[in-house]
Structure formats: C-alpha cells, structure tokens
C-alpha cells in the first residue's frame, strides 16, 4: 500500500521535529509539557505542515496514551459516541488522546459533546486549526483548553528534512543522488513554510528524476517545476485572506511601497482582485485623506481600469496606486473626526436639530420662531458665524488639522477668516 513520503519519515521524537523552537526548543513550554507527561487539553493552531499532527502522534507515544484520530470535515456525533464506548474498557486502559484535526469545522454541539469527558479526564484533546480558535472554536472549550501557536517553518529549519528525505529515497531504492547546486536549498525556500509541501515536492522529484547507472539526477529545473506556486499560502475566505490584505493596508499605511507591491503581488497570484480593489479605495480615503484628496479620484480610476482589464493586466494601473498610496503624505484626520462623532451619535449624544438648520418647509407651520438661517454666501468671505450642532454638543469638537501642507493652508485660511 502507498504511503506518503511526508508519513513515511514523519519525527517519532520531538528532536526531530523541524521549526516550532519557540515551544519546543531546550525551554519551550509545550516541551516541558510534554516532558512532564501531564498533558493538558490543547488547541494547536497554525498553517498546514507546521508539525500539529506529527506532535498529537509524539505525545501519545510518549505518555502511553490511546491515540483516537478524527478529521472534523468528515466526522460526526456518532464518531464522537464510538470513541467515548470505548473508555474504561481494555481498549483504552490510560484512557483517550483524542487528535481533532480542524476543529472548526465542528459545530456547537459536536464540540460541546466532548465536555464532560475532557472536564473528568477520560478524554485529552489536542484539537488543531488552520484558523484563529477565538474566531471557530466554542468558549467552552476554549477555556478548557491551552493555545499553543505554531508557524511556518523557516527555510533554514526546512533544509534538515528535505536533505532527510532525499537520503531516505536513495537509501530505500539503493540509488546515489546526483544533485545539481541549489537544488535542495529550493526546495526549502519554495515550499512557503510547509514542511509536507517540501517532502512531496522531494517525492515528486524523485518521480520524474532520470536514473542511470544506479544514480538519479536531481536538476534545478526539475525542482522548479514540482514547487512551482507551492509557496503561496491563501484562502479567500479564511485567515490567509485577511492577513494579507490587512498587511497590504498597513504597508501602505507605514510608507514602504516594496512590502505594499509584495502584498498586492500575493493577492493578484491567488486571483484576488476584489480584495486587493477594495483595501486600496480605502486607503485613499483613510490614510491619504486630506493630504491630498486628488488621490480618491486618481486612486478610483486605476482600480476601474484594473477592474475593466481583467488579470494579468490589471497589475499595472494598481501597482501604481499602491505605489503612489505608500509614497504620498499621510493623514487620518477625516477617520479620526468621522470616529469621534459616530462614537457621540452611538452614546445617543444627539439632540435636536438647531431651528436655523431645520427644513425651511417647517417655517409658518406652528414653530414659535421663524427659522432664522443665516446664509453664508450673503456674508463677506463667505462665512457667517452661528451654531451648527445640537445645543447639547455645542462645544463638540471632531476634526484636528493634520500637520500637512494641505491642511495646513485650509487652517491658516479659515484662521484668518474666523478671527482665530
């Protein structure tokens, strides 16, 4: 029966495991944990290949425990049922280390079916997710359980198991390796973090390596090919999604148009226009501002004439607005002032309208006065002063200058003109 390189040499000992030192290093605490073999309910969550199944499988070894594997994309209650018959029988004499892989996709009543079983200490769960546990996974079992992190593995901390494997391929077909300059380092770096990804792309290497005298060649080319794209991590619904566009935004925001084109180049290559569209508008808006308000329109037609083009071609009119968005000066002032006054109107901080700002059509229908609006294009400069807001807000204040030349210039005039 065919198994996958990625199981066939998966760690049997956590110093084996590649990545993840910032638990599982000399100090790490899910080390210690696992050392002291009193091991709590624990949620792993973080990208796919990161090691969250290899550890569940390594705890349970290492603490005797009955290891029971359910996928929550396929199981159900029943499942659940089968697992907990089997407690306090010869079966599972230590009782269950039940590994939930994808536990978000559990519903609220599938987890909460495990309880009272991880409450007494029958059942350990180790549930693992790709996504964030505060968004997928119920409090109950969230405050029951440890959250433990992991990330994507480093290229560096990469290369140990694709050199592993290429060593465990040519050892089990009795073959020598010749392999061109880079190859493995490619591979390392190409696989985005993911381990698994790594080991297939060696096992695909394998596959379609020509062999010769007892030798395969491993050539760069080759290696290309099998990872090609392998690196990209995204979901269009899912973390992936929101990280990026979020980082997307922020680089923009922070000024640094090369992390700003990275981001968008991600988007783009997983097909993502919508979303890339979307964060760039709004970054129009809410950190150029009132810096200069040209770049709304400017900023508008780029994302219409990306949205007119279609990919690959849409690339260049957005490039140039995240371009321009990144280096043009920064203001949130008009974001800060709508939040102030949104924050008020949520307080019920309202009040009625001033009289003079009131429907003119309401003069002579009862009111005790007459309406009274003062019209500043009658007045010099084109001002008048009188009260706009609710008496009760009358000393409200929302909008502050921001510090750019923009602004600046509207603040000296209207300074001048109000007598400020």
């Not at 494997?165 to 696989?191: F, K, N, P, T």
């Not at 923009?252 to 783009?268: F, K, N, V």
């Not at 924050?343 to 009131?358: H, N, Y």
Request: charged share 25%.
């Amino acid at each position: 029966m065919y198994r996958p390189l990625a199981d066939e040499i998966r760690p049997q000992t956590l110093d084996e495991v590649v990545g993840q030192s910032h638990i599982l290093g000399p100090d790490g605490m899910l080390r210690r944990i696992v050392e002291s073999g009193n091991i709590p309910n624990m949620i792993f969550c973080g990208p796919s290949g990161t090691g969250k199944t290899t550890l569940a499988r390594i705890i349970a070894r290492q603490t005797h425990r009955t290891l029971r594997k359910l996928n929550a994309t396929t199981a159900g209650i029943a499942d659940i049922k089968a697992i907990i018959d089997e407690l306090d029988t010869l079966l599972t004499p230590g009782g269950v280390l039940l590994y939930l892989d994808e536990i978000q996709y559990f519903n609220k009543k599938q987890q909460q079916s495990l309880l009272e079983f991880i409450e007494n200490g029958s059942i350990t769960l180790i549930a693992s997710t790709t996504e964030n546990p505060y968004f997928y996974v119920f409090n109950a079992i969230l405050s029951r359980s440890t959250i433990f992190e992991f990330k994507a593995v480093s290229p560096a901390e990469v290369l140990p198991a694709v050199e592993r494997a290429v060593a465990y391929l040519c050892a089990r077909d009795a073959l020598r390796a010749e392999l061109e300059d880079g190859v493995v380092e490619h591979i390392a770096a190409a696989c985005g973090g993911d381990v698994r990804k790594a080991l297939n792309a060696v096992e695909l290497l394998f596959s379609a390596a020509r062999r010769r005298d007892g030798a395969v060649k491993l050539t760069l080319a080759d290696a290309r090919a099998v990872s090609q794209r392998s690196a990209m991590r995204y979901d269009r619904d899912g973390d992936g999604h929101f990280d990026t566009v979020s980082a997307l935004m922020k680089s923009m925001r922070g000024s640094d148009p090369d992390a700003a084109l990275h981001y968008l180049a991600r988007l783009l290559e997983a097909g993502d226009l919508t979303g890339a569209c979307r964060r760039i508008l709004c970054s129009a808006s809410e950190d150029i501002g009132l810096a200069w308000p040209l770049a709304v329109p400017i900023v508008k037609a780029c994302v219409d004439s990306a949205l007119q083009l279609g990919l690959p071609e849409a690339q260049l009119p957005l490039a140039e607005a995240v371009i321009l968005l990144s280096t043009w000066p920064k203001s949130n002032t008009a974001y800060l002032g709508i939040s102030k006054a949104r924050a008020d109107v949520r307080a019920g901080k309202a009040g009625p309208i001033p009289r003079e700002l009131q429907n003119v059509h309401a003069d002579g229908t009862g009111f005790e006065r007459e309406q009274g609006y003062r019209y500043p294009h009658d007045f010099p400069h084109r001002w008048v002063k009188q009260q706009y807001l609710p008496d009760s807000l009358r000393d409200a204040h929302y909008y502050d200058y921001g510090d750019n030349k923009t602004e600046q210039a509207a603040k000296r005039y209207w300074e001048e003109i109000k007598g400020e």
